[in-house]
């Protein structure tokens, strides 16, 4: 099947790598846990953008961000930085769900070239269907806090915050159409 944007994964790249420099530039107003989460998102959709990625691989980066949301959220509850956080931790699980769905996609195309009289688990369709409803849930969450809560931080480190938070939703929107 063809992606709806070839250039989505670069797309996608390319928003995850403006969301963790405006992660990182927002220093002391996001904990280690969210900077790490936004790191590692980075990381992983570079990793993701290369064409080619074997199966194994996207197991192994699936499992590298859920474990990045679960650390995105250790610690904050209670925190005026904890609904940020678990923005961030909500994004890596997605992209950590797409990561997975992506293996089953790579294993059945692989599975298809050399059968093995195995058939499929029909995770294809429920991984789908997850990624889409956490794609939903960020981009709602995105809007629902630039316009219904206040801001906890004004100037440059909430043009910064902001900034991350719509890269984040952009770039799973871009996964979402690429994928």
């Known amino acids: 099947m063809e992606p709806l944007v070839p250039a989505a994964p670069w797309l996608m790249a390319a928003a995850a790598l403006v969301s963790a420099v405006a992660c990182v530039a927002a220093w002391r107003a996001v904990p280690w846990q969210g900077r790490q989460s936004a790191l590692v998102m980075a990381a992983g959709m570079l990793v993701l953008a290369i064409p080619g990625v074997d199966a194994l691989t996207r197991l192994a ?12 959220t250790m610690g904050v ?12 931790a909500l994004v890596s699980l997605v992209m950590a769900v797409c990561a997975f769905d992506g293996s089953v996609v790579v ?11 195995h ?15 956490g794609v939903a849930a960020v981009v709602l969450w995105t809007v629902a806090a630039a316009w219904f809560v206040p801001p906890l931080h004004h100037g440059r480190t909430g043009r910064l915050l902001a900034t991350e ?4 939703a952009a770039g799973v929107v871009v996964m979402c159409l690429g994928f």
């Open 61 to 72: 980066l699936g499992a590298v961000l859920l474990v990045s949301a679960m650390l995105g």
């Open 77 to 88: 509850r209670g925190t005026a930085a904890a609904a940020t956080c678990c923005h961030r």
């Open 165 to 168: 938070s719509w890269a984040m």
């Open 119 to 133: 058939g499929g688990h029909g995770l294809g369709g429920v991984l789908s269907a997850l990624v889409m409803i």
């Open 107 to 117: 294993s059945s195309v692989e599975r298809a070239v050399t059968p093995t009289g």
